[in-house]
């Protein structure tokens, strides 16, 4: 538990077998800095240590680098849902969408949208004011809300007609963006500067997703499941406590949202109730009362990146990388 | 400093308080001197052990340069809101609330009770603080009905997540990941304690239907609250919730953050 490490001696392994696999890298042809060619080419392993030191920063740096901009591209998609359902979206496209839901939308909920929304296009700005890049070159248009990447109407269209579908769509992106940034959080401590700005923006997000399940369980007709603690209780696709009987696509989708990512043991299900080894449900002076979806309750869990794009895939035209 | 040049010591109890250790030091420095009332010199004799021993647990110290460190620190927290609430559902108001913050407080409580027992049981007794005391007076001034239950919630709730998200720099790892999973349950807390309180009217820095990520707990970039440490443990101290002196030994190690610290609002509104 503490962490006794040297930053030379966390380094030095790393630089040390960047060595080898950079001088295999570099005689397939990859691009390596004059300097490092240099030495390498004259052999002199001081003068190439030295400069992959450099190197190896760059690409400590590069790995922050791709969780910037895979968490622009999430900002970019939520930014771009909630102006469509606002009517504010530069595409008219996405405007008209979403006319027959917005028209049920009770007014004290679109202020707290209208909120929700402002957070995100600040999330965008200033993700990319830090440095982040829209890879894909993401534009209003190049989503489709319904989840069918533009092809045929998608599993989430009755978000576009019914309010309490739209919400539920609006829990499963927040929940959705809780879980990536929870799990790029190891990703970044070798920038700590990022990594507190990604966990601001981190708890940010399950603010909204906490709003937006009382709004739910307040206007929508939601089930007890929907917590208005705010939290999500249990997993998989139980875990959104859908009402009515969505499409069957749409249950799918939502089990990703709440169910396990491919590698089930650091991103486990929401409905996990065992951390860091102890099984929550046994320790001394729980409560009377106190349940299996308690424990449930009391911790959020990570997605990888890959689980993530997998959820999200369906709602963007383009292919995600 | 006062310049008295007498200290009058009424109970055994103050000759542990290292005020007046202080002022002893003080005053056999400008020649001033010292009276024991008659139950000091009463709690001598043998068969009575009031003030002649330390009183249990009046002092915690938080070494913050290690892992462990910054765990206790989180451990100290989740401590303080799981008595919080656990009074609450025990309280005779309770039973006068809605359903609705029935089940949110029910739930705060099963949750922050989690939260303690989970870092207690992960630092192991040998590196675990102490329990620490509540100040029991504070607590029941903010029991007495649902508005203040309500305020003293958003409180603990903003400087939870204020703490958890300054805390994040000094954790690598499973330490990490495991205050990742807790931070964000704690910022739907605040949400749905800010949300009911702006339903009430309550708006103090937000606007009305937007109280639950306020424009008083969000920045201009969309970032939450966050604080160090040392803010937080002053924070805490100057609520006066608890009667275990909460104090930082070492700070942690330096790490770059994301700028200046953005608290709550402090008072609570």
Same mark, same amino acid.
């Given at each position: 538990m503490q962490n006794t490490e040297t930053i030379l001696g966390a380094i030095d392994p790393e630089v040390a077998e960047r060595l080898v696999t950079r001088r295999e890298a570099i005689r397939q042809g990859a691009s390596v800095s004059s300097t490092v060619a240099a030495g390498l080419a004259m052999a002199s392993v001081p003068v190439a240590l030295a400069a992959l030191s450099k190197d190896a920063f760059a690409q400590t740096t590069t790995t922050v680098q791709d969780v910037l901009n895979f968490a622009l591209m999430l900002e970019i998609f939520e930014n771009e849902f909630y102006k469509a359902v606002l009517g504010t979206s530069s595409s008219t496209a996405q405007n008209t969408a979403f006319t027959t839901v917005r028209a049920l939308v009770p007014a004290a909920a679109r202020t707290s949208l209208g909120q929700i929304q402002k957070h995100e296009a600040q999330h965008v700005a200033f993700l990319l004011s830090a440095g982040a890049v829209n890879v894909l070159n993401l534009? &209003?248009? #190049?989503?489709?809300f319904t989840g069918g990447r533009g092809a045929a109407p998608g599993p989430f269209l009755a978000a576009t007609t019914d309010v309490a579908f739209l919400l539920l769509t609006a829990q499963a992106a927040e929940d959705t963006g809780v879980r990536a940034y929870k799990g790029q959080a190891p990703n970044l401590v070798s920038n700590t500067a990022v990594l507190e700005n990604a966990l601001r923006i981190h708890s940010v997000e399950a603010r909204h997703a906490a709003k937006i399940r009382r709004m739910r369980r307040l206007l929508a007709g &939601?089930? #007890?499941?929907?917590?208005f603690s705010g939290t999500v209780s249990?997993?998989?696709? #139980?875990? &959104?406590? &859908?009402?009515?009987t969505p499409p069957q696509a749409a249950v799918a989708a939502l089990g990703l949202v709440y169910g396990a990512g491919t590698d089930a043991a650091n991103f486990?299900?929401?409905?996990?109730?065992?951390?860091g080894g102890i099984a929550i449900g046994n320790l001394?002076?729980?409560?009377?009362?106190? #349940?299996t979806n308690s424990a449930t309750e009391a911790f959020d869990e990570p997605l990888s990146r890959n689980d993530v794009r997998t959820i999200v895939q369906p709602f963007f035209k383009v292919t995600i990388p | 400093m006062s310049d008295r040049k007498t200290f009058v010591v009424?109970?055994?109890?103050?000759?542990?308080?290292t005020e007046t250790r202080r002022e002893f030091l003080r005053l056999l420095g400008v020649g001033g001197s010292i009276v024991m009332l008659p139950a000091v010199l009463a709690?001598?004799?043998?068969?009575d052990d009031d003030g002649m021993r330390p009183p249990p647990n009046t002092g915690v110290t938080l070494n913050l340069s290690t892992e462990t460190g910054i765990l206790n620190y989180a451990y100290a927290l989740e401590q303080l809101e799981a008595a919080f609430y656990t009074q609450v559902v025990a309280s005779s108001v309770f039973g006068t609330l809605t359903a609705e913050l029935q089940e949110v407080f029910t739930d705060l409580r099963n949750h922050e009770v989690a939260h303690r027992e989970f870092l207690k049981a992960a630092l192991t007794p040998a590196n675990a603080i102490a329990s620490l005391s509540v100040n029991q007076s504070t607590f029941t001034t903010a029991l007495a009905n649902r508005d203040s239950i309500l305020k003293t919630s958003e409180q603990f709730e903003d400087l939870g997540v204020a703490a958890y998200n300054g805390a994040g720099k000094y954790l690598t790892g499973t330490n990490l990941m495991l205050a990742g999973k807790i931070v964000s349950v704690e910022a739907r807390h605040a949400a749905a304690i800010r949300d009911i309180r702006d339903a009430l009217g309550i708006t103090g820095g937000a606007g009305v239907n937007t109280r639950f990520a306020g424009d008083d707990v969000v920045d201009s970039n969309g970032r939450d609250v966050v604080l160090e440490p040392a803010n937080v443990r002053g924070r805490v101290a100057s609520a006066n919730v608890l009667s275990t002196t909460l104090t930082i030994g070492t700070n942690p190690p330096t790490r770059a953050g994301s700028g200046a610290e953005f608290g709550p609002p402090n008072p609570t509104p």
């Open positions: 534009t &209003a248009d #190049s989503f489709d &939601a089930p #007890s499941t929907v917590r249990g997993g998989d696709a #139980s875990a &959104a406590g &859908a009402t009515g486990p299900n929401e409905a996990n109730t065992t951390q001394p002076n729980l409560p009377t009362g106190f #349940s | 009424e109970h055994p109890a103050q000759l542990w308080r709690s001598c004799g043998d068969d």
